[in-house]
């Protein structure tokens, strides 16, 4: 393990948790949400120093960081405004793909980043089919977090692209399995489906150090 990189890594997670809040709170409108000013920050350092324990110093690290950093903010807005603001998903199709064709330049192989750019269309095509199959299912802000998440997912590898979208919907399953039991949902209720996507594709990130194929 590279001490030294999780420990930076885990302050530089400190310091982007403290600016959850306030770009939550920018993202919304004023009266829509008010994001706890405490509990991101222990959230996003445990997060940046999970990724740097497990992927080391690759080029590829701040894709990672920058995804991890962006889905807390998204994990805090989707439950409270069950939605995905444009403000936060948007800009990081480019943000993550400049960090991603970065991290292509050392080695000088971009089949890394074609993979992302096939993931992203692919995963965005598969929730854009499932939004218009199932209405209701996913709504297009997720559709629109997955060609994100399929940037970084695809990026790692297929399997890891794979594991990370259907480990989505075991952790969405699971979830409104629980909260039907403890009838704190009803079968007719609407469970933001956000945070479920970016754990599914941090356990297969964090899992794609790990060979899979």
Wanted: charged share 10%; hydrophobic share 60%; aromatic share 8%.
């Amino acid at each position: 393990m590279n001490l030294p990189l999780v420990l930076g890594c885990a302050a530089a997670g400190l310091a982007a948790g403290a600016a959850v809040p306030p770009i939550a709170e920018w993202s919304a409108r004023p009266d829509e949400v008010r994001a706890s000013r405490w509990v991101p920050v222990p959230v996003t350092g445990a997060l940046f120093a999970l990724i740097a324990w497990r992927t080391g110093a690759t080029p590829a690290l701040p894709a990672f960081l920058y995804l991890a950093a962006a889905g807390v903010v998204l994990a805090v807005l989707d439950p409270a405004l069950h939605r995905l603001p444009d403000r936060i998903v948007l800009p990081s199709f480019p943000i993550a793909g400049a960090l991603l064709a970065a991290a292509a330049v050392p080695g000088g192989d971009i089949r890394p980043l074609v993979r992302a750019g096939l993931g992203a269309l692919a995963l965005f095509a598969a929730y854009y089919v499932v939004a218009v199959a199932v209405p209701g299912g996913v709504g297009f802000g997720d559709v629109k977090l997955a060609g994100v998440l399929g940037l970084v997912l695809g990026w790692s590898g297929w399997p890891q692209l794979v594991l990370g979208a259907a480990l989505a919907f075991v952790y969405g399953g699971l979830c409104s399995a629980i909260l039907l039991l403890a009838r704190r949902v009803g079968r007719k209720s609407r469970v933001p489906f956000g945070p479920f996507m970016l754990a599914g594709a941090l356990t297969a990130v964090v899992l794609g150090q790990v060979p899979l194929a």
